[in-house]
């Protein structure tokens, strides 16, 4: 596949942060103690500033990283579009985020997600005023009702990650890493389709590239890796408690991206992305839904090339767990390795 005219460049992702800036939060960036002490203890590892760094995407509006790239893609819709609306397909965190943008924008947002999508997640889309339409034993049937949609009632379609001005918006947790902390070593990203790490990647790498950036997939919902591995895209159909990790496949934008910035992707199971859950509950004081939670798991299970004396930030993509399930998700986790 040529992908030599997919690649978001550093003056967009620049224009993107300005232009986002007023309407989304600039996120905390948290440190924990507990859990550079835990890497030591298990791993040998002494992480810099005795601290892992988190990036608290899940303090974000609409609780995800979502809106930075969605109100990036809503601000680039001509007059005519915007009198149309838009629709999206969505697990959750893209539907929610296209559903606050969208209001913010005076814009119609029809979201549609799998009939059994998160329920907190569909409550919020509803609340920021979208039409949620449930439908699809999958994300891929999902896919198909959204695509019959856009041609009954005239939308315009919004990708959830594959589109250049959505990459180009969630470039700025990249430039806010940055600016916290300017001599990371090493940043660790959860990976649905691919559009947050194509932007943090891009804008990280374009800036200071001697940082290293690692992507975290489930082993359910690989679609990155697969698409990696065979230089295009593959469909999938994802299945993962990490629902917001759940895209039936990488975009061929997100895969070009990737394939240029990404300096290595792990794959690990549920029960350990439900142990990075438990850890950030119960250690560092912090909710995560498990999307947000894989880049955490990671690094605490030891799965990637971390060695001592580095600065590692890892991305809480995402805090928008159904409170309901919390306790029966933490119960699933895997025990935490030993030393």
């Not at 889309?125 to 999958?138: I, M, Q, T």
């Amino acid at each position: 596949m040529d992908t030599s005219e997919r690649i978001v460049g550093l003056p967009e992702m620049l224009a993107a942060r300005e232009r986002i800036a007023s309407r989304v939060h600039r996120t905390p960036m948290l440190s924990s103690v507990a859990a550079a002490s835990f890497v030591r203890d298990a791993h040998g590892i002494e992480l810099a500033d005795d601290g892992l760094y988190l990036k608290a995407e899940h303090l974000q509006k609409t609780g995800s990283f979502k809106p930075r790239g969605l109100t990036n893609r809503v601000l680039a819709l001509d007059a005519a579009q915007r009198r149309s609306g838009i629709i999206t397909v969505s697990a959750g965190n893209a539907a929610q985020a296209y559903a606050w943008a969208g209001a913010s924008a005076g814009v119609a947002v029809t979201v549609v997600m799998p009939a059994a999508a998160n329920r907190s997640k569909v409550d919020a889309c509803l609340g920021y005023g979208a039409e949620v339409v449930l439908h699809g034993a999958h994300v891929g049937e999902t896919f198909a009702e959204m695509e019959r949609l856009v041609a009954e009632r005239n939308l315009t379609f919004v990708h959830p990650f594959d589109d250049p001005d959505v990459i180009a918006g969630h470039g700025s947790v990249g430039f806010e890493i940055l600016d916290d902390l300017p001599e990371v070593d090493v940043v660790v990203v959860g990976v649905g389709g691919g559009g947050l790490i194509s932007g943090v990647a891009a804008a990280i790498k374009e800036t200071r590239p001697a940082t290293r950036v690692y992507g975290v997939e489930p082993d359910g919902s690989n679609a990155m890796q697969l698409a990696l591995a065979a230089g295009e895209v593959v469909r999938i159909q994802p299945q993962t408690v990490a629902d917001g990790l759940g895209a039936p496949f990488a975009g061929a934008w997100t895969l070009a991206m990737c394939q240029r910035y990404l300096d290595g992707l792990v794959v690990i199971d549920d029960a350990t992305i439900l142990a990075g859950v438990r850890f950030a509950a119960e250690r560092t004081k912090q909710v995560l839904e498990p999307g947000g939670a894989a880049a955490l798991a990671a690094v605490l299970f030891g799965r990637l090339p971390i060695a001592s004396g580095e600065r590692v930030c890892v991305v809480a993509s995402g805090g928008n767990v159904e409170i309901s399930r919390l306790g029966e998700l933490i119960a699933a986790a895997a025990p935490l390795p030993s030393a």
